[in-house]
């Protein structure tokens, strides 16, 4: 089975990441709905709890869907067999940059909502986006590196 290409597992994930755009589409969207049925905080509450609650999981939702959209056009661009262009570099440091506006976003719900959640998240997110960025540079010096050698040849 190829990995990557046209036809595949690579191609298989292309499509998965839509169903889990979708998904995280409809669970945003359902969030007024379904916080009461997971927690105990209701709308109108006097202490305000379901309305913090609604804002950071309606950023979350926002941005995992922006995410998973580069994640999606980062696997496009890998699929067509040529990784090693500008705009994968472009795609990470995007993904990278939307990761460390969530973890800001969960970074400030600590003094709101649950502090040791949104802590574990806030760290979770602000790692992955270091990882990203990595990433990206790694890519950026191959892509320098074949330009280079493409010149030579």
Sequence with gaps: MRIVGGKGLGKFIEYFLLVLIAAAGVLT???????????????????????????????????SIFILWQVRCIMRIINRGNPFVSDLVRRLRLAAMECFVLAAAYFLSIFFVTRFF???????????????????????????YKEENDKII
């Excluded at 309606?58 to 941005?63: E, L, N, T």
């Excluded at 574990?120 to 990206?136: N, Q, R, S």
């Design 118 to 144: 949104s802590a574990i998240v806030f760290v979770t997110f602000l790692v992955v986006g270091v990882i990203i960025l990595v990433f990206a540079e790694l890519f950026r010096q191959a892509i320098a």
């Design 29 to 63: 969207l359902t969030l007024y709905w379904s916080i009461p049925l997971f927690t105990i905080h209701v709308p109108g509450q006097p202490d305000g709890k379901f309305i913090k609650f609604f804002i950071v999981l309606m950023f979350s939702g926002i941005m």
